[in-house]
Structures are given as structure tokens and as C-alpha cells.
């Protein structure tokens, strides 16, 4: 049923007491005027209104508005239907709440985001433009808009036959006009894909096996491989606790999971590229906000942080395993740290850097030698000690300050996995 049933579902079943089936039946768990929308779109769509619903980024949740009520937006690029794009854009639908019901808006754009969009009560408008196209009274849909020329380069990919919209310049257009819009050039934008954390640790465990079992603090004599040894160690516990937390959360399957946390993955991508670049106290004040704003209690954040930090391990989604660690420490949950220490440590799905590495790993190694029960291991009391003597031996004193990255993004849609 998608993160948009479960979320309805959840509330439901926590708030009023009701049933999942209840709140979700016949409008897949959106208001009327919405389910409406995606009726109207999977007419003119292969999917079906149910499996639009399904599929990654077609319903996007926000308060875009900042009256506290959550407001939609369908982007019909990825529908995979022609019907609904033309060269540069798609058709997008925001539905922003009122006292009175949610009214609609209608745009063309290309890969939207919350971000793109701003509105005061029902009225919406794009970042970057300042006047919307409100829903024609008829219902159908309205015929695409000129788009203006740009000069971006296409962001993603658009499953279906639809090609992707592309950037279309005048042949006519001033080279001033151009240079003005610049986008950074990319290089290396077919590069091979990242290495794999779950083929590392299958070649560490083996590794492991060939030396007699696992380094420790009395036998270390290479950092890297005892730290190896005890991030594969952190993440195959981190796997084990959300499949158990997950177990207590019913009508959910592991894969849909999986797409629910690659959401949460991409909501934390800003913080999680931040972490390469970064101090650690930069990256968690980033981070604290993002959790200000996510709309969810610390308890049912650190529970979703939990299953998603097991699922994006699980299946090597980095981005949604990372952003989890991050929500946990700034949660309160100090010993999770440890797992940034390590992603920086080693350069799995960030930017190796060793110097940013050693306050994350201090922090781990500070809050168990304070009391904190650890939550990797925690039948291992001198396990602290090889972590303290290999990241020290690995980093030295190399710690040093980074620049300030990019805007934290606002919180859009986080998957609830419990109360």
C-alpha cells in the first residue's frame, strides 16, 4: 500500500484507534480530492490508481504552507505516460490544505520537490516563478504550457516510455544568455557505481576466518583491518535490530521497507553530503534541525531511524543507512556515531576522510566510557578499546575544520514504522 497508506494507516491505528484497512480503503489513504487526481492521472497511465500510489515519488508529502496540516503533490513524471509531459516538463498537482479543504494547483515542472514549491493557505506558487496555474474547472487536464528555455541539465530518469524532459535552448539564443545560467560540468557522470559495503564485509569476514578470528587491542597491527572487522560487526547488529523492530509492525513487507527508507535516504542526502565536508558539531546541528522539522516524535524517529539504518544495510542503500546514523546521534543515541567514524573512516558512501572520522568515533567512545549501554556488541566491554586505540593509530592528530556545505533541505515525507 505505499509509505502514504502506512502513514495514514499508523495514525489512525495510534490516534483515533481505527484499523488500517479503515482509513486506507477506497481512497488509498489521501483525501478525497487527492485520490480524485490520481484517478483522473491513471486514466490517461498504464499503472493503475493503486499502483501510481505505489510507485516512488508520485505522492510527495509537506507542509508547504506552515499550518501544520499535510499538503500533496503528484508528479505524473513518473508515471511513464507521455500524456502528461511534454519535451522540458510534466504536469504536477499540489494540494494545499485550508480550514475549508485542500485546493488545487496545477504546474509543469521537471523532478519537483517540496522545495519547489511555496504557499500561503491554498495558493501555491514555484520557487522560481510568481504566478501559478490553478486547476481548470472542467477537471481535464490542461494543455501543457510553453516551457521557458533552460540551460539546466536533466536530473533524473523517468521510468516508462516517456523520454526524460531535456534542456532546449533557441538556436537563436545570445551565448551571454547561456553563460548566465552555467551549469558545473560533470565529468565523470557515468562512473562506475560506488563500491559495495555488503561485497567489503563478505571479503573481511574472510579475511577474518584466514587470521584465526578478530584482531583485538592486544593483537592490532593494522588499524584498517580491525576497524574493518568492527564496522561489518556494528552493521550486521544494526541489521538484526530493525528486522526485530520491524517484526513488531504488521502489513508491511521488507521490500516496501526498502522503498520507504530510500525516501528517508534521499530526504537526508543534504546532511549525509555534509558529513564529508563538515565538522561533526556542524553536521548534528544540520541534522537537529532536519528533526525539528520532520513533524515525528524523537521516540517514533529513533524507531524509523532504526529499521532504516537495518534496511539501507541490508540492501547497500548508503544514503538511507547514513541518514539514520545521523538521526540516532542527534537523537541522543551517541554510540551510533561510531558508524559515521567508520563510513569516513573507509569511504563507503562518503568521502573518505580520516580527519573528520576521529571526533565521530570520540564521541561513540566517550558516551560507553560515561555509561551509555552499547548498542553493537554489548557483550564485548573491550571492544571500546579497540576502537579507541585503531582510530587514533589510523587518524593521528589530522582533524582539522571544513568548509560549510550546502542549505539543509526541510523535511518532506518520513516513513512510520511505530508509536
Known amino acids: 500500500m505505499g509509505w502514504k497508506g502506512l502513514l495514514t494507516a499508523f495514525r489512525d491505528e495510534q490516534v483515533n484507534g481505527r484499523s488500517a484497512t479503515a482509513s486506507i480503503g477506497g481512497h488509498y489513504g489521501l483525501p478525497s480530492i ?4 490520481v484517478n483522473e492521472i491513471a486514466k490517461s497511465s498504464d499503472p493503475s490508481a493503486e499502483q501510481l500510489v505505489e510507485r516512488s515519488g508520485f505522492v510527495q508529502l509537506s ?15 513518473v508515471t511513464g505516460s507521455a500524456f502528461w509531459c511534454n519535451a522540458q516538463s510534466c504536469a504536477v498537482r499540489v494540494f494545499a490544505s485550508t480550514p475549508e479543504g485542500y485546493e488545487r494547483n496545477d ?3 521537471f523532478n519537483v520537490t517540496p522545495a519547489t514549491f511555496t504557499c500561503q493557505r491554498g495558493t501555491c506558487t514555484k520557487a522560481d516563478t510568481a504566478a501559478p ?3 481548470s474547472s472542467g477537471g481535464a487536464p490542461a494543455a501543457p504550457a510553453p516551457a521557458a528555455p533552460e540551460t539546466r541539465l536533466a536530473a533524473a530518469t523517468v521510468s516508462g516510455p516517456v523520454a526524460s524532459a531535456q534542456p532546449v535552448v533557441p538556436s537563436g539564443a545570445a551565448p551571454a544568455t547561456a553563460a548566465t545560467s552555467a551549469a558545473i560540468p560533470n565529468f565523470f557522470g557515468d562512473a562506475p557505481a560506488a563500491a559495495s559495503l555488503e561485497s567489503r564485509c563478505n571479503a573481511v569476514s574472510l579475511q577474518t576466518s584466514t587470521n584465526g578470528g578478530f584482531v583485538t587491542a592486544a593483537t592490532m597491527t593494522d588499524p584498517d583491518q580491525a576497524l574493518a572487522e568492527q564496522f561489518c560487526l556494528a552493521r550486521s547488529y544494526a541489521i538484526a535490530r530493525g528486522e526485530e523492530l520491524l517484526a513488531q509492525v504488521s502489513g508491511v513487507t521488507p521490500s516496501q521497507v526498502a522503498e520507504q527508507c530510500a525516501g528517508f535516504g534521499q530526504l537526508m542526502k543534504t546532511q549525509v553530503a555534509a558529513a564529508s565536508v563538515q565538522p561533526r558539531e556542524a553536521v548534528l546541528q544540520e541534522v537537529g534541525r532536519f528533526v525539528l522539522e520532520s513533524g515525528m516524535s524523537p521516540a ?3 524507531k ?3 529499521i532504516c539504518l537495518g534496511s539501507g544495510y541490508r540492501t547497500d542503500d548508503l544514503d538511507a543507512a547514513i541518514g539514520s ?3 540516532l546521534v542527534a537523537l541522543g543515541r551517541a554510540p551510533y556515531a561510531e558508524l559515521l567514524g567508520h563510513h569516513l573512516s573507509q569511504g563507503f558512501g562518503t568521502t573518505e576522510r580520516t580527519d573528520l572520522s576521529l571526533a565521530w568515533y570520540a564521541q561513540a567512545i566517550e558516551a560507553v566510557d560515561g555509561g551509555t549501554t552499547p548498542v553493537f556488541s554489548p557483550g564485548q566491554p573491550e571492544r571500546v578499546d579497540l576502537l579507541r586505540k ?3 593509530t589510523l587518524g593521528g592528530n589530522a582533524a582539522t575544520p571544513a568548509q560549510a556545505g550546502p542549505e539543509v533541505t526541510q523535511a518532506a515525507a518520513i516513513p512510520v514504522f511505530g508509536d
Open 300 to 302: 517514533q524517529l529513533a
Open 325 to 327: 546514523a545521523l538521526a
Open 63 to 77: 507542509d508547504l504552507n506552515g499550518d501544520g496540516r499535510t499538503d500533496y503533490i503528484l508528479d505524473t513524471s
Open 304 to 306: 524509523t531511524a532504526q
Open 34 to 37: 487527492v485520490a480524485a487526481a
Open 133 to 135: 496555474r490553478m486547476a
Open 107 to 109: 504546474f509543469q515542472a
Open 390 to 392: 585503531a582510530s587514533l
